[in-house]
């Protein structure tokens, strides 16, 4: 079965902290991929970045990176210098193959509440 | 730019009502999604549709069902409201899996706001 842990619900940090969100996943298949995605209040779900499971380069993009970790089947995002938009929702999600299709499995989210 | 459109952002709807929710998507896409999110329990999958006329029943499709009848346009229906089906509603959209360079994102359209009174 696949699985999606975001283990910190609420993590509320000061402007410019560093903050790293993490997310381990469970699954059986060797060909996957992972994801996050920020829900902003407004509701939408926005994509940030997207990880298969063959590449095991951490990424950065400006103020944002990621740790992707088989062996402990982690995938963890960290905002550098965090701002207050940074609040919102963040869901970690694991993507596997049935039929012809795909399908997302997400994690509970976590809420990142950023003050000045 | 992707873009995933949901007919209504906020419902009220009546319990035993038959709702329909719309989601049309402009980019082609061959998969479909309706997923239903409530606070603690994230995101999870109602169904999905992989062409017209398919379809597969998610995680919780419990009193929902599902129409595409063209391949840009996914609807959810709820046969007859309940309580229990408040909830935020999201549909979204994506290529198959790779080798397409963006299979496998999943682009999500705005929610559905749905209290069932």
């Known amino acids: 079965a696949q699985k999606v842990t975001q283990a910190q619900t609420e993590i509320s940090v000061v402007e410019k902290e560093d903050v790293t969100l993490d997310c381990v996943y469970e699954?059986?298949?060797?060909?996957?991929?992972l994801f996050w995605y920020k829900q902003p209040p407004s509701g939408e779900l926005v994509f940030l970045i997207r990880r298969n499971s063959f590449d095991e380069q951490n990424e950065i993009s400006g103020r944002y990176s990621w740790n992707f970790q088989k062996s402990t089947s982690s995938f963890n995002f960290t905002i550098t210098a965090s701002q207050v938009v940074d609040s919102a929702v963040y869901f970690c999600?694991?993507?596997?193959?049935?039929?012809?299709?795909?399908?997302?499995?997400f994690g509970t989210g976590t809420q990142l509440k950023v003050e000045l | 730019d992707v873009k995933v459109t949901q007919s209504s952002r906020y419902l009220v709807k009546r319990t035993g009502e038959k709702v329909f929710l719309e989601c049309v998507q402009d980019?082609?896409?061959?998969?479909m999604f309706w997923y239903r999110q409530d606070p603690g329990l994230g995101l999870r999958l109602i169904y999905f549709s992989y062409d017209v006329k398919m379809k597969e029943k998610g995680d919780i499709p419990e009193g929902y069902s599902v129409s595409r009848e063209k391949k840009e346009r996914f609807s959810l229906i709820l046969e007859s409201a309940s309580t229990n089906q408040t909830s935020m509603y999201l549909c979204a959209s994506s290529l198959p899996p790779p080798p397409s360079p963006s299979g496998n994102t999943i682009y999500f359209g705005e929610g559905s706001w749905l209290t069932v009174v």
């Open positions: 980019m082609d896409h061959e998969n």
């Open positions: 699954t059986r298949d060797t060909t996957y991929y």
């Open positions: 999600a694991l993507t596997f193959f049935t039929g012809g299709g795909n399908k997302l499995t």
